[in-house]
């Protein structure tokens, strides 16, 4: 079976700050695309970096960059210089190459503190 | 440019009844997942439709189903109404059904069931 794991329910960070997200996640595939998605309060879930686990380097997008360890099935979220508008949730997300099946884990509630 | 609209936004029902959400695609989308996000949890896939086909199925019942229209807009049907289908539910399209291509979300329909 696959599975996400966020083991943090709840992370904490001062603005201007630093945060790593964690997640975990479990397969026997070798193909496949990682995803760290936010969503606000208002619902919308948005893509915030996507990883292909054939790619050795990490991605990064401005403020956002991933720490993929592919041996350990780990994918961890790191938002450097962090702001206001961040809080959110912020799920870590799995699939296949072949399968339309992503699997999302249970969250983890990012506070941004003034 | 329009993104994923879904509509009602919020909706209430009573154990038993039947209830159609509806989803329309990002312009340019002709690919359309729904998701069904219980309070607390990360979204689970109910199933994605393409060409008008349904053409992959999450472990949903079939009380969940579904239809894709010509103009890429969709439905999401559920026949007698559980407590337990008390969700958000999401739609997210994309362009073919192919993993390089991302999703992008609506803000969900909130379904109550009294």
């Known amino acids: 079976a696959q599975t996400v794991t966020q083991s943090q329910p709840e992370m904490s960070v001062q603005e201007a700050e630093t945060v790593t997200l964690s997640c975990t996640y479990d397969?026997?595939?070798?193909?496949?695309?990682l995803f760290w998605y936010k969503q606000p309060p208002s619902r919308q879930m948005i893509l915030v970096i996507r990883?292909?686990?054939?790619?050795?380097q990490n991605a990064t997008e401005n403020r956002f960059s991933v720490n993929f360890q592919k041996a350990a099935k780990s994918f961890s979220l790191k938002i450097s210089d962090s702001q206001l508008g961040d809080a959110a949730m912020y799920f870590c997300?799995?699939?296949?190459?072949?399968?339309?099946?992503?699997?999302f884990g249970a969250g983890t509630r990012l506070t941004v503190k003034p | 440019d329009a993104g994923v609209t879904q509509s009602p936004t919020h909706l209430i029902k009573t154990r038993g009844q039947q209830v159609t959400l509806r989803c329309s695609p990002k312009?340019?989308?002709?690919?359309v997942s729904w998701y069904q996000q219980a309070l607390g949890q990360g979204p689970q896939f109910i199933f994605q439709?393409?060409?008008?086909?349904?053409?992959q199925r999450g472990n949903f019942p079939d009380r969940f189903s579904g239809h894709q229209f010509p103009n890429y807009s969709s439905e999401l049907n559920v026949n007698a109404l559980l407590l337990g289908d008390s969700a958000l539910y999401l739609c997210?399209?994309?362009?073919?059904?192919?993993?390089?291509?991302?999703?992008?979300f609506g803000d969900g329909t909130r379904l109550s069931i009294l």
């Open positions: 997210a399209s994309s362009l073919g059904f192919l993993h390089d291509q991302p999703q992008h």
């Open positions: 397969t026997s595939e070798s193909d496949y695309y």
């Open positions: 990883q292909e686990a054939y790619k050795q």
């Open positions: 997300a799995y699939l296949l190459y072949n399968n339309n099946d992503m699997r």
């Open positions: 312009s340019g989308h002709d690919t």
């Open positions: 439709y393409y060409e008008e086909e349904e053409r």
